[in-house]
Nanobody, 124 residues
Framework: QVQLVQSGGGLVQAGGSLRLSCTAS????????MGWFRQAPGRQREFVAA????????YYSDSVKGRFTISRDGAKSTVYLEMGSLKPEDTAVYYC?????????????????WGQGTQVTVSS
């Protein structure tokens, strides 16, 4: 089992920045993938970004590319999502997920473990 605990998020004005953190504990393997997804009311969970725990590959959705940065700190078992130039349409509950496979995918159902979610609200 992998336990994921999220922190960060909150309310910010458009154009502002926020950082989300996701700390993993329990079963840890070097060959797994960490992803960030988001879900707005009435919508499906949407892929945002992913990174291999080795840090050698990073992936972003087109909607956040150039504005968001995913990174990880192996010593702290933590993955971060730095969000910049935030827009009202970025408003959602953000979730981190862990996938115990080396292949990076952008489909939420392929991630086995999830954090508790954190609200990000961007005001216009």
């Amino acid at each position: 089992q992998v336990q994921l605990v999220q922190s960060g998020g909150g309310l910010v004005q458009a154009g502002g920045s926020l950082r989300l953190s996701c700390t993993a504990s329990g079963r840890t393997y070097s060959r797994y993938v960490m992803g960030w997804f988001r879900q707005a009311p009435g919508r499906q969970r949407e892929f945002v970004a992913a990174i291999r725990w080795s840090g050698d590959s990073k992936y972003y959705s087109d909607s956040v590319k150039g504005r968001f940065t995913i990174s990880r700190d192996g010593a702290k078992s933590t993955v971060y999502l730095e969000m910049g130039s935030l827009k009202p349409e970025d408003t959602a509950v953000y979730y981190c997920g862990a996938r115990l496979q080396a292949l990076v995918v952008n489909i939420a159902s392929h991630y086995e473990f999830w954090g508790q979610g954190t609200q990000v609200t961007v005001s216009s």
